[in-house]
């Protein structure tokens, strides 16, 4: 496994929202995805 620790981010995203209609299924989520890393 690679050392993520002093890498730069390849993906950072900040306070995300997602609604459907009036209904707020996600609210100010934020996250960051190293070079290197894997996510999903």
Do not use: C, N, W, Y
């Not at 981010?9 to 960051?32: M, P």
């Amino acid at each position: 496994m690679p050392d993520t620790d002093h890498q730069e981010d390849a993906i950072t995203a900040t306070d995300l929202r997602k609604t459907f209609s009036r209904i707020v299924a996600v609210d100010s989520i934020s996250f960051s995805v190293a070079r290197g890393e894997i996510f999903g």
